[in-house]
């Protein structure tokens, strides 16, 4: 099979047939770019021509393991065999484990509640504050505070806590009780927590809304007033979490702790997979009947999911995305230092984001792929990079070279 990186293909038998018949049948929800993936191994995904491309995107921090890790795919095969579905009204192999997995990684007693999306996982958050506050607090208290830029999910409880209004606008109405403020900014934390509020919904780094990393002061001051006035400090770490900001969850940085903690993406490795993590206190709020899932916790996700922590605590993941976001952060400033074309590098581990002058972020996807490099971009003008986890510095140097060379000669 050719192994050369290349031109995307336009045209093709797979590429052609499958490209028209999504044209045909599918929603326009998405606007797919002119490949056809076929099969992933690592750090590469090879399109139906057999044409190599290095990932930069991990299918949106999902792959951390990189693509078809051995382990994950034995652990998908060998449970797939014995038992896929029961529902979470029987106990099954694997979802007990998993959960023990993740209340030792969170570091304190916990309770976990297994969904299938980052989005369920964040709507389940939503009703497990809301019932904890009408126990603990009274039924008054039902806001929910995040903030402006956050991403949440596309449901619509989890797209009213979106800060994000192009996104909600055509939705409306929203389930209401949201209130949104400018993250990093104390004084407006400190003046939103008042008696109404009954949880603080905040990404310790924000991830579609550009890589906005959430500084620590402002982590351990949201956990001191959450503590002062009774509130429950929630994070979203379905982006940030599991070693992509270079902790196994990133609020760790902090030294912090969240009552209440949303994971999906990175979970099982590239199979749906969600969690919420609570501390008993709170998760003792839902009981029976207040909450459930058909497919949440089923035995070949939890078993793919156990695999997949297990690789990543092996290879000392949260190590290897800082390696990698210090080398990728300090090639892209390099770059700002040579040329104008970008004025800002952000990032938080293996989580980076390059801030371009001109709104051509787009333009640089889309010819970075025709190179054989899978990139992303959250806006016209920010280039986001969340490489699986064994990416190598010299994947990261190709990347390097192929941006400055995309953004230096001009060719967009
Ligand atoms: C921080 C965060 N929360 C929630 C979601 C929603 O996850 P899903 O697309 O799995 O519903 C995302 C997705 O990008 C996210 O980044």
Known sequence: MARRRGDVKLMGTSYQR?????????MRTF?????????????????????EYLDFMSGIGVVNLGHSHPAVVDAIAQQAAKLTHVTNLYHVEHRADLAADLVGMFGAEARVFFANSGAEAIEGAIKLARKWATANKGPEARTIVTAW????????????ATGQPSKQEAFEPLPGGFVHIDMNDIDALDAALDESVCALLLEPVQGEGGVYPCTYEYLQTARRLCDERGILLVFDEVQCGLYRAGHA??????????????????????????????VPAV??????????STF????????????????????????????????????LAEIAENSSAIVEVRGAGAMVAAELARPVAAA?????????????????????FLPPLVCTRADIDTLLEQVHTLLDKDVL
């Open 364 to 384: 640089v996807v889309d010819a970075a792929l025709s190179r054989g490099l899978v990139l992303n971009n959250t806006s016209a003008s920010t280039l986001r």
């Open 283 to 292: 998760a003792d709020a839902f009981a029976p009947g207040d909450h459930g």
């Open 31 to 51: 606007a797919r770019k002119p490949v056809l993936f076929v099969r992933g191994e690592g750090m590469c995904l090879y399109d139906d021509d057999g044409r």
């Open 296 to 331: 949440g916790g089923g035995p070949v996700v939890c078993a793919a999911a156990r695999a997949t922590l297990r690789e990543l605590a092996a290879m000392d993941a949260g190590a290897r995305a800082l390696e990698i976001g210090e080398h990728l952060s300090r090639g």
């Open 18 to 26: 499958i490209a028209a018949l999504d044209a045909a049948v599918h």
């Open 149 to 160: 830029r956050s991403f949440h999910g596309r449901t619509l409880a989890a797209l009213a």
């Open 249 to 278: 969850f990133a609020h760790q940085a902090a030294g912090i702790r969240p009552d209440v903690m949303t994971l999906a993406k990175a979970l099982a490795n590239g199979l749906p997979a969600a969690a919420i993590v609570a």
